[in-house]
């Protein structure tokens, strides 16, 4: 008879509940997982809410979602076991697993491939009290780092592919939009890359002090006139911040189109805008000038996912480069992982990052 574990199971929109279900089985090229840590994302708490649909065939579950997983290997599986991989070993796991045959794969866009899994999204992940994932999708992490620490490895993973394709020099000033978990994150990467200025906007006080704190140079409040960092023009702001010029980079990691829009009118001639935050609407849309775009020499990209910069991520988090001990800012059980779904997303509280933590 297979062992038995809990587990957070969605079926459908508001409907996610606690249940009893077979710890997974493994092949030889999978190891399990005993889950630690589990970032909750905004996908997760899309999917519960119905803004979005899980990645199976229909969009619909059963599914054990949750993809920032950080655990303790439970058996290293056969080719674990090749790699160097051993029971005990504290890991966080890449929930993207392409297949490494199609021809996106072959020309080394694994977040772009045909025939993609993706743990928590379109099969189970970690809001359970075991795990499973490929080998290759399994990262040791050094013993003084802390579970949530690598329960973040995921977005910061995401965070460093964004400034990667930001291009980056010393000196420059970039401005973020959007300060959540990963907003704040680029806030220190981009800094740590050399900005001579970062600014960072959002909506809320809250976020914007946590910014100042990692590294912003300076904030601007978008929407709250009684803010102290409010302003009514924002590209005059970042003028008068920025030595009367605009900004060489805007990144953007908030679906709010409201800011990808702000980007263009914050920006130089030959600026760099990096679109990241997923729009909360399939229509959405993004209207460009092109005749400005062109004269202007811009260059518009797009990030998705994080392919080949997990490297970098346990030595930024090792070394503190990166801090997220001020990102994590609420913690549920896994018996209350769907209360703490809710909670990121209709709580008045001041909050920026939800973990399930198992001890």
């Known amino acids: 008879m297979a062992k038995k574990m809990k587990a957070a199971v969605f079926y459908e929109p508001l409907n996610m509940k606690m249940e009893e279900v077979d710890v997974p089985a493994i092949s030889a090229n999978e190891m399990l997982i005993k889950v630690k840590a589990v970032g909750i994302c905004g996908s997760d708490v899309n ?3 119905g803004n979005s649909p899980v990645g199976t065939a229909d969009g619909k579950g059963p599914i054990i979602l949750g993809h920032e997983i950080a655990g303790i290997v439970e058996d290293p599986g056969v080719l674990g076991a090749s790699m160097g991989f051993k029971k005990g070993d504290k890991v966080a796991v890449n929930p993207v697993a392409p297949c490494f045959g199609c021809v996106p794969c072959m020309n080394g866009e694994f977040n772009e ?3 993609v899994n993706v743990y928590g999204v379109s099969c189970d992940g970690g809001f359970a009290e075991y795990t499973k994932a490929t080998a290759s999708n399994v990262y040791k992490i050094p013993d003084g780092m802390s579970f949530e620490g690598g329960g973040l490895a995921e977005p910061l993973a995401c965070a460093n592919y964004s400034v990667k394709k930001l291009h980056m020099q010393p000196g420059m000033t970039c401005v973020v939009f959007g300060c959540g978990a990963i907003g704040l994150m680029d806030v220190q990467l981009v800094k740590a890359c050399g900005a001579a200025r970062v600014i960072a906007i959002d909506p809320n006080d809250y976020k914007l002090e946590k910014a100042l704190k990692l590294g912003a140079d300076h904030v601007i409040n978008v929407r709250d006139k009684n803010s102290r960092y409010y302003t009514e023009d924002i590209a005059e702001t970042v ?9 060489h980079r805007a990144l953007l990691p908030t679906g709010a189109m409201s800011a990808w829009q702000q980007a263009l009118d914050v920006t130089r001639p030959g600026s760099t805008i990096v679109y990241f935050g997923q729009p909360s ?5 993004l209207h460009i000038p092109a005749l400005e775009a062109l004269q202007a020499d811009r260059n518009i990209a797009f990030a998705w996912l994080a392919p080949l910069v997990w490297d970098n991520v346990f030595n930024e988090l ?3 480069q990166v801090k997220v001990e001020d ?3 609420h913690k549920f059980s896994l018996d209350n992982i769907v209360e703490g779904v809710k909670f990121m997303r209709e709580s008045k509280e001041k909050k920026i990052k939800g973990m399930m933590v198992i001890d």
């Open 47 to 49: 999917y519960y809410y």
């Open 113 to 115: 491939c045909d025939n």
């Open 239 to 247: 003028r008068e911040m920025n030595g009367g010029r605009l900004a």
């Open 281 to 285: 609407s399939a229509d959405a849309v």
């Open 318 to 320: 090792a070394t503190g």
């Open 327 to 329: 990102i994590i800012t």
